[in-house]
């Protein structure tokens, strides 16, 4: 089968840090093509692609034209995962992979949570869990002895919260993450005010090598979310690490730590709790549940069910 998949003109495929869109289809590329499939990948100058990649011309905003004058004409399916291929409705049968909290109006949205299908989709549609390549994920069974604060340092995403946490049981705290634009503010007046090099530590934005250090070596991931967040992918990373995660319960994440809810909580103070009983799932365990539930190979098989649905069921 041919298989086209979308891209933003944004992050690489796969990214070299942020971009969680991104390294989807990189794996889901990958394992469409280690069961047989053609797949062409639209994608940003500086991608690398198992399969076929055209890339967007540089700095170029409007991609229909370029998409639709390249896609070739005997493609069986499209998966966009940037949403302006699906708007136009077009004759092949197209799944819309929806990563965000916005509603698109396609035939086949495909979300990455039963929360957003549920929330934003009002059921109409379908779901598919993000998942990853365990490969490149490295299991470690002995942990340091810091606590780990992983993603953009944003207020949805709790950082202050993890200090208040890590303060309170006195572990140290190491950040890593980068500061976008909206998030310097935020990081100036709630963050960098504890940052004091010994208990409360700031590494900068991290990826590669150093952030699979980070995540294997930490002794638990905290993820204090202020915000429904649509998946969370930082979770399932570090239990594919065999590190525990303690999270807020709010949006996807209730799914992506359903296997293990003694680890999820509502607020700092139930975070504290947890910390201080210090009483977390063994690696092995961890590791397991993100290989049965959150694989590449586990979301490739529930796209290839959805494209087989889509060619019987797609109004062209």
Partial sequence: MKIVQIAKNVIPVP???????ERDIHY???????RGHEVIVFAKQGSKCKGKLIEYPKSLTNLLPFVLKN???DADVIIDHAGFVAREKLPIPTLCSIHSANKMNVQFPVYVSEYLLDH?????????????????YPYLEQKGNFILSLGRIIPSKGTHLAIMAAKATGDSLLIAGNVPKKGIGYFNKK????IDGTQIKYVGEVAGEEKMRLLSKAKCVLFPITWEEPFGLVPIEAMACGTPVIAF???????????????????????VNILQRNQFPPPKKLREYVTQHFSAEVMTDNFEKLIAKALMEYKK
């Fill in 15 to 21: 990214p070299i840090g942020y971009g969680g869109t």
């Fill in 28 to 34: 889901l590329t990958n394992c469409l093509i280690d």
């Fill in 71 to 73: 896609l070739p004409v």
């Fill in 120 to 136: 934003k989709g009002n059921g109409e549609g379908y779901f598919v869990h993000n998942g990853i390549g365990l490969e490149d």
């Fill in 191 to 194: 963050v960098k005010p504890h």
């Fill in 249 to 271: 319960r709010k949006g996807g994440v209730r799914e992506t730590m359903k296997g293990f809810p003694e680890l999820t909580c509502n607020n700092v103070n139930e975070m």
